[in-house]
């Protein structure tokens, strides 16, 4: 029609009302969640506060700033679920992943943007939005959850096709460089934390082993810094997913921050999520990628 049409990610349609640092627009039901909301996501265990306390005392400067719980906290979290595909399979059971981690996150503190099926321009186009929302200079840190179908080059945009030889694909390069030092400077010296549920090739995950024996002035900054990534499986392997119960990996994360994120940082408890894996999903083995956290990140949840 010759001229710039302004959308809204949540509904899809054009453009209602206000729109600088806006979570959706004023369209009719616009970012109403259509699916119910899963028993087992309002168990979150809440942190006490002589417990934050003695840890800001105990150990100082090697803990990541965090901010109290009020009207001037504006911790924000991107969740980019991939359902419905135009040449592949659909990701059924996904929405229960959507919901079970979007419950979690605002249990958490944050307020949760939520998008669904977009192609690899797409979520090029959110990630960049996303860094850009004014809400970071008044956060103390971020969650980015991806949920698709993947492969060995990065994760599925729902045009994706085995066939095509242009690929509707998003490199996992693209999140750190959005959310990096130059491309999200209000996150600078903020943990940022990065969860991906996708396949990363087509092999199974186990094998059969033989049991054995037992500053004032202006400085540098790093281009990359204060992140921490978990995929849902090692290179080349897949990732699993129930249709009914939503994908083990994504489950298992928001099992564990239920249950220890009152007493455990952030790496321990990706590490919690790892020995599940070990003890109950011999065929899956989820990874850290590109960790780089220079202090414990502590969630605190309900402070």
Not at 234 to 260: A, C, E, M, W
Not at 290 to 303: A, S
Request: aromatic fraction near 8%.
């Amino acid at each position: 029609m010759g001229r710039a049409y302004q959308f809204c990610w949540q509904c899809q349609w054009e453009w209602r009302g206000p729109y600088f640092n806006a979570m959706r627009c004023a369209n009719v039901g616009c970012g109403q969640m259509k699916i119910s909301q899963p028993q087992a996501t309002s168990s979150l265990k809440l942190c006490r506060p002589d417990f934050k306390r003695k840890k800001f005392q105990s150990e100082k400067d090697d803990i990541y700033l965090s901010l109290d719980k009020s009207e001037t906290r504006t911790r924000l979290a991107l969740i980019i679920n991939n359902v419905e595909f135009e040449h592949i399979s659909d990701r059924s059971g996904a929405e229960i992943d959507e919901c079970s981690m979007r419950i979690l996150l605002e249990l958490l503190g944050y307020t949760v943007v939520t998008l669904r099926d977009l192609t690899s321009q797409g979520m090029e186009a959110a990630l960049e939005d996303f860094s850009r929302r004014g809400e970071h200079l008044g956060s103390d840190s971020c969650f980015v959850v991806l949920m698709s179908h993947g492969t060995q080059e990065g994760i599925c945009g729902v045009s994706y096709s085995d066939d095509q030889e242009d690929q509707d694909i998003l490199p996992v390069s693209s999140i750190f460089r959005h959310l990096n030092t130059p491309g999200c400077p209000a996150l600078r010296d903020k943990p940022k934390v990065i969860l991906i549920q996708a396949c990363r090739g087509g092999e199974d995950g186990s094998v059969l082993v033989a049991d054995s024996a037992p500053m004032a002035r202006p400085r540098k900054q790093h281009r990359e810094k204060d992140f921490i990534c978990m995929r849902s499986c090692t290179p080349d392997t897949v990732s699993y997913r129930d249709p009914r119960k939503g994908s083990v990996f994504i489950q298992t994360v928001v099992d564990t921050l239920n249950n220890h994120a009152h007493e455990e940082h952030i790496e321990e408890l990706l590490r919690k999520v790892q020995k599940t894996f070990k003890d109950k999903y011999p065929d899956q083995m989820p990874c850290k990628d590109r960790t780089t956290l220079l202090k414990k990140f502590y969630l605190f949840p309900g402070l």
